[in-house]
């Protein structure tokens, strides 16, 4: 992890680390990374949700890379994975988006794109970095070399609305949903997206951005809203997306939460009945429910996992040909149809699973089991200490006991955080009491090592 780049791109308190000057170096020295990779003039995308503070950030992003002979495509408020199917379908060298995601508001951040819609390797991110923390002039462009804006927010939405709208060919005939866009860049194209169904009835709620109201207590952190009102209104399923609308949690029409393990496996229990699962395997993260695992060896599905990180979850559906993978949090990757997770595109391919099924939405997730999971955090002082507590041999001997007992019925993870001075302990067992009593073990177990 660089000084700058996070395991998902720049992120910070806007004006309190995150500013105007520093997206500026950024617009710079992409610009001037691109036009070495590519031999010519770089062509960037770039899209943000609705934060007060992404107007500023684009428009320093947009000077820097125009500055510095870039440029740039303007697509307005669009969901982070709009810009990652635009960069491809226009030809862009990169894209760009700024946006924190499920984070509050006062929190934004910067995130690019390859020209084949990917996240940008490790190395490019790496050599951006050098560049803004070089403190060096970064060269500009002069006469007719300096970047253009090209306006094109209405078109390119409208065109990638298009473009999920196509990739679920039965129709959504006869569902009655409500949405929760989370007062976020869905705001923007999911009320238009799911109109284009005839037959289904959608309502939308939280979908009245004021530059301070994404995610608050609203859209997929936030399902208590979205349930309750399901539950009233009689609705068949709720969907609700998050700040830039790449990721997709859901409530049954009883206002139970359906998270990203069970979307992902009834939809990959539909695409193996069409012969379209690859490997018949869906790739998760290691904080994947055991409901899951149980799932996929009940229905004839490998479920193999990865570190936390839809970059490692993509990683591996790549580097093995699978095209179905996700977090529990419900980032879930259509590898056919999409180079991210895409929350929009995720709804729509549950909802057709659903309408095809029959079934009600509690129905259909019942074969995937949440089991009760706790986790409790560990406060260590430094990355000295978390390898020393994860090399412990009494670590491992009180794990492998609690395994024991567990069986078949629990799971245990010990891991340290990659971002934090945390240890993490994750249990699952058959009730949430012993989840707790044994991740409290644990846990009390490591402050002593």
């Not at 020295?29 to 943000?48: D, M, Y």
């Not at 196509?166 to 997206?193: E, F, H, K």
């Not at 129905?363 to 009760?372: A, F, G, I, S, T």
Request: charged share 20%; glycine share 12%.
């Amino acid at each position: 992890m660089g000084k700058l780049f996070g395991t998902d791109g720049i992120r910070g308190v806007v004006n309190a680390g995150l500013d105007a000057e520093l997206a500026y170096k950024v617009g710079l020295a992409a610009a001037q990374v691109l036009r070495e990779e590519n031999g010519t003039k770089p062509l960037v995308a770039i899209g943000k949700d609705t934060r007060i503070s992404s107007d500023l950030l684009e428009g320093a992003l947009v000077a820097g890379l125009c500055s510095a002979g870039s440029d740039v495509l303007h697509l307005g408020v669009v969901p982070t994975p709009a810009v990652a199917w635009v960069t491809v379908d226009r030809g862009a060298a990169a894209g760009v988006v700024i946006s924190a995601s499920h984070n509050p508001f006062e929190h934004n951040g910067i995130k690019i794109f390859n020209g084949q819609g990917f996240k940008l390797s490790d190395e490019l991110e790496g050599r951006i970095e050098d560049i803004v923390l070089a403190g060096a002039q970064m060269p500009r462009a002069t006469h007719e070399h300096i970047g253009k804006v090209f306006y094109t927010e209405d078109r390119a939405r409208d065109d990638y609305i298009g473009h999920l709208a196509a990739t679920v060919g039965g129709g959504l005939t006869g569902l009655r949903i409500l949405v929760d866009c989370a007062n976020g860049a869905a705001s923007a194209t999911a009320p238009q997206l799911f109109d284009r169904f005839e037959d289904l009835h959608c309502d939308v709620i939280n979908a009245d951005p004021d530059g301070i109201n994404i995610n608050a207590n609203c859209g997929s952190t936030h399902l208590d809203g979205l349930a309750a009102m399901v539950k009233a209104g009689g609705y068949d399923v709720g969907i609700a997306f998050d700040g830039d609308a790449d990721r997709c949690l859901a409530v049954s029409e009883e206002g139970t939460p359906i998270d990203g393990d069970q979307i992902m496996a009834v939809c990959g229990r539909a695409l193996k009945a069409e012969g379209r699962l690859k490997g018949n395997t869906i790739v998760a993260t290691v904080m994947s429910n055991i409901g899951l695992h149980r799932f996929g060896a009940g229905n004839g599905i490998h479920v193999v996992c990865t570190d936390v990180g839809d970059r490692n979850v993509l990683e591996r559906m790549l580097r093995d040909g699978f095209i179905l993978g996700g977090e529990q949090s419900g980032h879930a990757i259509f590898l056919e149809h999409s180079t991210t997770g895409d929350g929009e595109l995720t709804a729509l391919q549950f909802l057709s699973v659903l309408q095809a099924s029959g079934l009600r939405a509690s129905e259909l997730v019942r074969d995937c089991r949440q089991y009760p999971q706790v986790l409790v955090n560990v406060a260590v002082t430094d990355n000295a200490q978390k390898q020393r507590i994860m090399d412990s041999e009494t670590l491992k001997a009180a794990i492998s006991d609690r395994e024991e007992a567990l069986r078949d019925t629990g799971r245990i993870l010990v891991r340290p955080s990659g971002t934090e001075a945390l240890i993490r302990v994750m249990v699952e067992a058959e009730t949430a009491q012993e989840a707790a009593r044994c991740a409290e073990e644990l846990a009390n177990l490591i402050k002593t090592l």
